[in-house]
T-cell receptor
Framework: NAGVMQNPRHLVRRRGQEARLRCSPM?????VYWYRQLPEEGLKFMVY????????ESGMPKERFSAEFPKEGPSILRIQQVVRGDSAAYFC?????????????FGPGTRLTVT | AQSVTQPDIHITVSEGASLELRCNYS??????LFWYVQSPGQGLQLLLK??????LVQGIKGFEAEFKRSQSSFNLRKPSVHWSDAAEYFC??????????FGTGTRLQVFP
């Protein structure tokens, strides 16, 4: 059973470009969470999604950031017009159902560098 | 607001020595508590969790943690550290049904 998969593992973007980060949850998991880890800091919750629904986006910056989890395919975290402050590691986690939503399994992360 | 504090940013121990990593939380109700480990360039791996019941929980890799409500603490322990335990350790609290709140982490260095 493959774990949570994220790609790309490393992404370099120039300021003003768009970044798209992908997350494929574990098989059978229908809940996805995105977290951001700034250098020398812990992980900060960004957004929680189920298939085709955003459940909690209280941690998402109000502008330039969006997330989706379509019926088919991976979850996408999209950052428009990236700035240097967006440089961070972005982790995706998945869980099987709301009842076990604390049982989150993390992917290896995407390390975004904005130049 | 819910929060997690890990007072030790960096800890260094000798291989074979005992280890205790501190974690304090702030949460009004009974918390769900977790310890994760992150190796360099890797994702997070769950070491152990506390939901209810016995306040001393056993995890993987020989780790254990004790929930102390009176001290709002959930400290991680290991009786004998191995060089492969060198990593970053994060304590987290599950405060609502949908997210984890993490501490800032403790970086563990192990000397031979």
């Amino acid at each position: 059973n493959a774990g949570v998969m994220q790609n790309p593992r490393h992404l370099v973007r120039r300021r003003g470009q768009e970044a798209r980060l992908r997350c494929s949850p574990m098989k059978g998991h229908s809940h996805v969470y995105w977290y951001r880890q700034l250098p020398e800091e812990g992980l900060k919750f960004m957004v929680y999604l189920q298939k085709e629904n955003i459940i909690d986006e209280s941690g998402m910056p109000k502008e330039r950031f969006s997330a989706e989890f379509p019926k088919e395919g991976p979850s996408i975290l999209r950052i428009q017009q990236v700035v240097r402050g967006d440089s961070a590691a972005y982790f995706c986690a998945s869980s099987p159902s709301l009842q076990y939503s604390y049982e989150q399994y993390f992917g290896p992360g995407t390390r975004l560098t904005v130049t | 607001a819910q929060s997690v504090t890990q007072p030790d940013i960096h800890i260094t121990v000798s291989e074979g020595a005992s280890l205790e990593l501190r974690c304090n939380y702030s949460y009004g109700a009974t918390p769900y508590l977790f310890w994760y480990v992150q190796s360099p360039g890797q994702g997070l791996q769950l070491l152990l969790k506390y939901f209810s019941g016995d306040t001393l929980v056993q995890g993987i890799k020989g780790f254990e943690a004790e929930f102390k409500r009176s001290q709002s603490s959930f400290n991680l322990r290991k009786p004998s550290v191995h060089w492969s335990d060198a990593a970053e350790y994060f304590c987290a609290v599950g405060a609502n049904t949908d997210k984890l709140i993490f501490g800032t982490g403790t970086r563990l260095q192990v000397f031979p």
